[in-house]
DNA sequence: CCATTACGTATTTTT
DNA sequence: TACGTAATGG
């Protein structure tokens, strides 16, 4: 045995050589849980199981690459074999070997939400159902919510209208998507469900492929995904979960807590190990999560704690308004780097909400503060990627009509009325509109002109279908965004936003190139499974020096040294649709436990008393969570006291940070002293715009400072921009872009 | 057919 | 506020 587990403390240890018979292991946050999975599949393969014979289940694609990679570290290349991955990207793949069993094509189309969405309206407007009274947004999470169950249009039975119109509409989703040759995320979970019931010997062939099954975040599986294990493992019943149930923050997305309350009962002999000690937080910060966590009914009795320092207290810090949080933030940020020991890339800003961000995102870009965003648009998600995507879709899947409505419209001179025709057509001859496209010289329905354009387009579609097996995938999909030419018709746009499109095209065949380049057997059905699986966190560059700005969701299973937890306030943290119900409210709390989990060294809170919110000015009250931590462990930093007029946000050791888009806005309290805070400061305000520096404004595009005059508020710039001459620009309106050359 | 504009409404979290 | 859809006119 080579594999050295003196690293793990006894109870890992036991924890890690239990490798028979079902086994859960409860670990708390910060408790070493990536580690002990690790070394227990790294312990697996030691002691001569076959990499070949696991199957590891992680929550995201990155805690799968990082985990493989580290059990390799362990054990050498031979680990490259085991399974490892999302549930999602290993059912997908699953399906693509067995899909003809289901009735599908191996080269299946993936569905993201979106894309859900879109079926769903395009069905009520075929059938004439009002978007107002069922909104197309509610359908889709409700059909979700039924699929993550099991639940089938025919296991329904409608008891009104209003059900019944629903029903409608999921039947036909389900076999649209079907004859679209199409899942959806759900999908990827249920039908090999469906599959392991309807052939008992695929299910048997994979119960003995995967002996060995480890699961991770078991807390936030959904009843399709237990159903799915208890299939594939009860033969062997080596099946290993880790969890913890104070951190189970995806019920609204279908997650189960009761999965992991209920595993020992639907296990038998079931083993059970508790990971208690912290090795991440001070004792300060383990204080006030253990505070929070404690009022929640509902959870596992365990006793965490640590050996490490005491540590400061948790700071708690009320703010005027949210861009002042952003702003004294950004302030407390940079006295955290004057005292040298840290990084940018150990801060994180967590808040509940993605609309949060912006004012960070302000601040932080107006006082050269690096950040990392995750989340907000997906990359795949915008338009013109998604545009990109829906040509590389029909040609991996023709029956995908969806993909091939969009790139049909994305092509000059054919707009809805031809669109309707083909759809009739199709529709009349029960065939696929790719079919339709494919003869339509034969069709007299359509006119001449916009034949020629069809022709050219599945002539197109034609032609890369055959030279889809010929050329390397980056080459092949540069082949195609050459050949619509978006890149040039982006060009001619010249604004700052097709600019950034460009990039993001050019960002997009680096990936196909990256792809290929770590792929041993790249495709692209390969490829565009790995996009509609890709999430934000995946993307995470935690090489780059910034701080990261993430929703507490996303902060799941991070750690950083100091952790900004922002937005504290009644209604937004928790949400105020979280009140009236018990789980939710538990729920929102074991929400804020994770995001105070995930700090090392020091913990901020803070609250606001005013916020924009839907654009409009709200005034807030601070959180009832902060009521429930004991006063002992926190130090209250109240802005009243602490900060003086003219000193509010300037010091003079660090001047750097300045304010750009404050509005004048005075703020009185009724304490015993007035005390009156003046946001106009006058000489730090756009300090970044100067004479020439290369600027972008929204809608006169990029030019170049020529003069700045006047001061604070008032500072105004003229500027030449490139297509529209000399401007004059007043500064606090123009939400001017510098550019970095 | 397509571009522009105006209006209306939505915003929790995401595999 | 900010985006997406609907209506309108070219």
Known sequence: MSLDLSVLNPEQRKAVVNIEGPCMIVAGAGSGKTRVLT????YLIDSGVSPYEILALTFTNKAAGEMKQRVINLTGDAAQKMWIGTFHSIFARILRFEADKLGYSRSFSIYDDDDSISLIKKIMLGKGISVEKFNPYGIQSVISAYKTQIILPEHLEPENSFEKTFLEIYTDYQSLLKQNNAMDFDDLLIKPIELFERYPDVLEKYQERFKFILVDEYQDTNHAQYIALKLLSSKYFNISIVGDDAQSIYRWRGAKIDNIFDFQREFKNVKLFKLEQNYRSTKMILAVAD???????????????????????????EMISDRDEAFRIAKLIKEEMHSKKINFKDIAILYRTNAQSRSFEETFRNNSIPYNIVGGIKFYQRKEIKDILSYLKVIANSNDNEALLRALNLREGIGKATIEKIQSIAKEKNISLYKVLEDIQNYIEVKNGIKNTLIHFSDFIKKYITLKDELKVHEFVSGIIDEIGIIPKLKLENTSEADERINNIQEFKSAVREYYDTNENPTLEGFLEQVSLITDIDELDDKKNAVTLM??????????????????????????SSFDIAEELEEERRLFYVAVTRAKEKLYITYSNQRYRYGELKFQLKSRFLSEISQDVLDKCIVYEKFSKNKLFLDQEAPAVNISIFKNKNITNN???????????????????????????????????????????????????????????????????????
């Open 551 to 576: 929703t507490a969701h996303s902060a799941k299973g991070l750690e950083f040294s100091v952790v900004f937890i922002t937005g504290l306030e009644d209604g937004l943290f928790p949400l105020s």
């Open 671 to 741: 304490r015993d002293q007035t005390i009156v805070y003046d946001y106009n400061l006058s000489d730090d305000c756009f300090s970044d715009i100067r004479a020439g520096v290369k600027v972008f404004h929204n809608t006169f595009g990029s030019g170049v400072v020529q003069s700045v005059s006047g001061n604070g508020l008032e500072k105004r710039a003229v500027i030449l921009f490139n297509d529209f001459g000399l401007k004059k620009i007043v500064l606090k309106y123009a939400k001017l872009r510098v550019m970095d050359n």
């Open 291 to 317: 505070d929070i966590i404690k009022k929640n009914k509902k959870r596992i009795e365990k006793n965490l704690w640590t050996a490490n320092k005491e540590g400061e207290k948790v700071h708690i810090i």
């Open 39 to 42: 070394y227990k599949i790294a």
